[in-house]
């Protein structure tokens, strides 16, 4: 299976998070900061940072807390 980040297929296995499957595609930078715009990426892994929060099926959600479908 795979994902679709910006137009572009990205390799997943059903159960992975989000973040698994963008880390082990090589993809660090999640998103960037709305404030200084420094690049933002996963950071505690288990949703309680908010880091990786980024608009999934149009809702934004912790990227490490979401199963990829």
Not at 15 to 22: D, I, N, R, T, Y
Not at 34 to 39: M, N
Request: proline share 9%.
């Amino acid at each position: 299976m795979h994902l679709v980040v910006d137009g572009s297929p990205v390799p997943a296995s059903p159960g992975q998070s989000v973040a698994a499957a963008l880390l082990a595609a090589g993809i660090l930078w999640l998103r960037c900061s709305p404030r200084t715009g420094a690049p933002r990426g996963a950071f505690c892994l288990m949703g309680t940072c908010q880091e990786c929060v980024l608009r999934i099926d149009g809702l934004a959600r912790p990227a490490c807390q979401v199963a990829a479908q």
